[in-house]
């Protein structure tokens, strides 16, 4: 970018330039081409062009009408003078023989005299005749330059009425040659006015208006400096004005420019603070996201990351097994309906507390959610393989002890399930679906309270085979099915449904999407399934638009459905075939998604926001959130998950946090809306917290067809 002074010195001698007599009168076909390549100058010098052309072309058709009657009536009085001359120096009697003579020697061709009560004729005849003394041009012309003519008894030729056909020719060529006279001289001066008229216009508005249009070109390629191009107006007229305006905008420009960089430094300072608050803040939600609010003890989250680095560690060196064990409380449900919500935390409490003890490793112990826990015996704490069913019991023992809570004693069975590592399983994921899946089980049976994986494999495996044989058919045979549960702002009116995939098996009824779900990932059809549930609710979402509804339609993406390339053109192709505007769809990825591959997820997101679609984090502080990628992420809304709406409005904790998750959610920019509201006091206090939005069995179950009857809609 040029300096303000170079750019000063650049108008000064553009202006010396044009100033210039010598420079000026050299330049006089680059003149004629600028005024040709101005559209204005050459629609002006046309117009006038046209219209001295047309003025001429007014003038000419009545001088052309008089010119010839002009020449008509001197044919005409040539004739005349020719007959009276032959009257007055007549013989005694005319005979035809004096009036042939006539003929020969005058423009007359044929004559037609009274004489004695009777016609004369001689030469050619006339049929049809025209007073002499009218409008001549008028008159009926019978043959090729001809006119025939009548005067009457009294008109110059004394007593004898005479009819005569005259010839006229040459008042044709006559009429030409004037015509072509007159156009000549009409071009000439339309072509002279034209050129005044060009250069007129390029002295009053052609030269100041480039010289201006220069200034502004060259003020908008340099707008850190407007006052640079402040000049005084040349002229006094509309243009002055004209250039006067603009000064005033630079100068108004300048005093923009000034305000605006004194609030970006006051933006800066902001930014900064909010920064220091953001990472404040995110350090404290990645703490709270890592430990359970209420025991104290390591979430599922933080208990897969220390189980994943465990692993790997004990898979780089021979060490004895480990042991994963899975507990659940039987029956925890109905110690809270009948003792209260109260009374089942301090159970949990003691219960977790009690669970600590028999680690030694931070992390190994957790609450993986409600009345699960999960601990992890290694060959560190002294774990033998033949005393591992002790360890458990004793485990067990601690837990099923009677807790006491305000003087009364409360007391839980438990189940439990174990995973043997490496048996079971090197992964930190899969080690746990199996303790988990042996917990089940241990559930169910009712001679133990203890179930290991290993005994049970072969039957899960076959069953996790035969689901997946089973989903690899659902589309085909039309046993998925999509239900939409309705989402609410805080006046309760709907803004949107939710997609929820269901499957009805034929045999096994309504299988729950946490069961066949991970196992489509794991098998890789998720995509395909994925790809139907686009297609069912874009159709249906077309439908209820023509209805008149107006919200969104959300869908569930999983990890790895986002890191499918393709997948941007499919729903943009998916959209177009339906005719649907991308507004009205709305992708909801968890935060475990997009922190599997943050560069890729970008741009996935990316082209999903230059299509026009919406954007929704899901099941957020659940996951491995990070602030600093939220806040690249190009999402609109972000959904809280249930887990922290259910202690709602009692619980302390998951009040803070959802206060904490809704005013950083809005400072990002981003819309809230919380998931799992099921009673009038949830959605009343998430409603005064500034939630934006609220879903859950309160204000609609998923049904197979949500939209029922057309209301507005607030978007």
């Known amino acids: 970018m040029k300096s303000p002074a170079g750019i ?51 003038i000419l058709i009545p001088s052309y009408r008089n010119y010839e009657e002009d020449l008509l009536s001197q044919h005409a009085a040539v004739a005349r003078q020719a007959m009276t001359t032959y009257l007055a120096t007549k013989p005694d009697d005319v005979t035809a023989e004096s009036l042939q003579k006539l003929l020969d020697s005058s423009r007359v061709t044929g004559l037609e005299l009274m004489v004695n009560d009777r016609w004369l004729r001689v030469g050619e005849p ?9 409008r001549l041009r008028d008159l009926p012309r019978p043959a090729n330059q001809r006119l025939d003519l009548v005067w009457n008894s009294g ?21 030409t040659a004037f015509v072509v006279r007159i156009l000549g001289l009409s071009l000439l001066i339309a072509v002279f006015v034209t050129m005044v008229t060009m250069a007129v216009v390029d002295r009053m508005m052609l030269s100041p208006l480039l010289r201006l249009r220069s200034r502004i070109v060259q003020a908008g390629g340099d707008a850190e400096h407007p006052l640079t191009y402040v000049r005084e107006p040349e002229r006094c007229d509309e243009f002055g004005e004209v250039e006067g305006a603009f000064n005033s905008m630079l100068e108004q420009n300048a005093s923009y420019l000034n305000r605006l960089q004194s609030l970006n430094k006051r933006l800066d300072q902001l930014l900064m603070e909010r920064t220091r608050s953001l990472k404040q803040t995110e350090q404290e939600l990645r703490l709270r996201s890592l430990y359970d609010q209420l025991t104290g003890l390591a979430n599922r989250n933080l208990f897969e990351e220390r189980l994943t680095r465990f692993l790997a560690e004990a898979g780089s060196r021979e060490a004895m097994p480990s042991a994963l064990v899975v507990l659940g409380l039987n029956d925890f449900q109905a110690l809270n309906g009948l003792a209260g919500h109260e009374t089942g935390d301090r159970v949990l409490q003691e219960i977790a507390r009690r669970l600590a003890g028999f680690s030694r490793e931070p992390g190994y112990v957790a609450r993986l959610g409600g009345d699960v826990f999960g601990l992890l015996l290694t060959p560190h704490q002294g774990l033998k393989e033949d005393l591992l069913e002790t360890d458990i019991a004793a485990v067990i023992n601690a837990c099923i002890a009677p807790v006491q809570v305000a003087g009364k004693q409360y007391q839980c069975d438990v189940s439990a399930g174990v995973a043997l590592a490496p048996l079971d399983g090197n992964e930190a994921g899969a080690l746990l679906s199996h303790a988990e899946i042996a917990m089940h089980r241990a559930k169910k049976s009712s001679d133990s309270q203890v179930q290991f994986f290993s005994s049970d494999l072969g039957e899960q495996i076959q069953r996790r085979q035969d689901m997946v044989k089973d989903l690899r058919s659902a589309i085909e045979k039309q046993q998925l099915e999509l239900h939409y549960q309705p989402q609410f702002d805080r006046l309760r009116r709907c803004v949107g449904y939710e997609a929820l995939l269901r499957w009805r098996h034929p045999e096994f009824g309504m299988v729950s999407p946490d069961e066949f779900v991970p196992v489509a990932e794991e098998a890789g059809l998720i995509g395909p399934i994925g790809l139907w549930v686009i297609e069912q609710a874009v159709t249906t ?21 986002l890191a499918d390339p393709s997948l941007v053109g499919h729903i943009r192709g998916v959209l177009g075939s339906h005719d649907l505007a991308p507004g009205y769809l709305e992708l909801e990825i ?36 990070s602030l600093a990628y939220l ?24 009040e803070v946090l959802c206060r904490t998750m809704i005013s950083m959610a809005h400072s990002l920019g981003c819309e809230v809306i919380a998931e799992g509201v099921e009673t009038e006091a949830q959605a009343s206090w998430l409603a005064t917290s500034g939630c934006d939005e609220l879903q859950g069995f309160l204000l609609g179950r998923p049904e197979p067809d949500g939209y029922r009857l057309p209301q507005s809609i607030a978007r």
């Not at 475990?592 to 890729?600: G, H």
């Not at 690249?632 to 809280?640: D, E, G, Q, S, Y």
Request: aromatic residues 8%; hydrophobic residues 40%; contains cysteine.
């Open 155 to 175: 008109q110059w030729l004394g007593d004898y009425p005479v009819r005569a056909r005259v010839d006229i020719t040459g008042v044709s060529g006559e009429l």
């Open 631 to 654: 806040k690249a992420l190009p999402v609109t809304r972000i959904k809280i998950d249930r887990a922290f709406v259910t202690g709602l409005p009692d619980n302390e904790q998951d």
């Open 126 to 134: 006339v049929t049809d005749v025209g007073d002499a003394s009218g």
């Open 8 to 58: 000063h010195t650049d108008l000064e001698g553009d202006e010396q330039l044009a100033g210039s007599p010598r420079d000026y009168w050299q330049s006089v076909s680059q003149w004629g081409r600028q005024l040709m390549s101005c559209r204005l100058c050459r629609n002006l010098t046309m117009a006038a062009f046209v219209a001295i052309l047309l003025i001429e072309f007014v």
């Open 541 to 561: 979402m077309k439908r209820w638009v023509d209805q008149g509804f107006s919200g969104r339609m959300a869908i569930n993406i999983s990890a790895r459905q």
């Open 590 to 625: 968890t935060e475990t998604a997009l922190m599997e591959d943050v560069t890729a997820a970008l741009e996935v997101l990316e082209g999903f926001r230059s299509l026009g679609v919406l954007l929704a984090v899901d099941d957020f502080g659940t996951g491995y959130s």
